[in-house]
């Protein structure tokens, strides 16, 4: 089985950053692609950014420019480092792995989810 262990939530005034952590571990033959969602109350969750197994990464505008997507391919991690916050980037954020056991099969694993909070 795999598990997936978010951590680096917290709160932070407008204006600062936060660095998210998703680490993986159990059976794992590959690592695909990586992404981060968040959502807030009341709100659907979103995809924020996403990177592939090559190192290419894509990003929501409501984030480009202010968050970085980064993975570490040796520890099975994925990271969203987070600049410049907003109120509006409050939520539970949640990182998603898709993950092949083996050769032949492919899952997508979704860790516990980790608060941010951005107020002042």
């Known amino acids: 089985q795999v598990q997936l262990v978010e951590s680096g939530g917290g709160l932070v005034q407008p204006g600062g950053s936060l660095r998210l952590s998703c680490a993986a571990s159990g059976s794992i033959f590959r690592i695909n692609a990586m992404g981060w969602y968040r959502q807030a109350p009341g709100k659907q969750r979103e995809l924020i950014a996403a990177?592939?197994?090559?190192?290419?990464?894509n990003y929501a505008d409501s984030v480009k420019g202010r968050f970085t997507i980064s993975r570490d391919n040796a520890k099975n991690t994925v990271y969203l480092q987070m600049n410049s916050l907003k109120p509006e980037d409050t939520a539970v954020y949640y990182c998603?792995?898709?993950?092949?056991?083996?050769?032949?099969?492919?899952?997508?694993?979704w860790g516990q989810g980790t608060q941010v909070t951005v107020s002042s």
């Open positions: 990177i592939t197994s090559g190192g290419t990464s």
């Open positions: 998603k792995l898709s993950i092949s056991g083996s050769y032949y099969v492919t899952s997508d694993y």
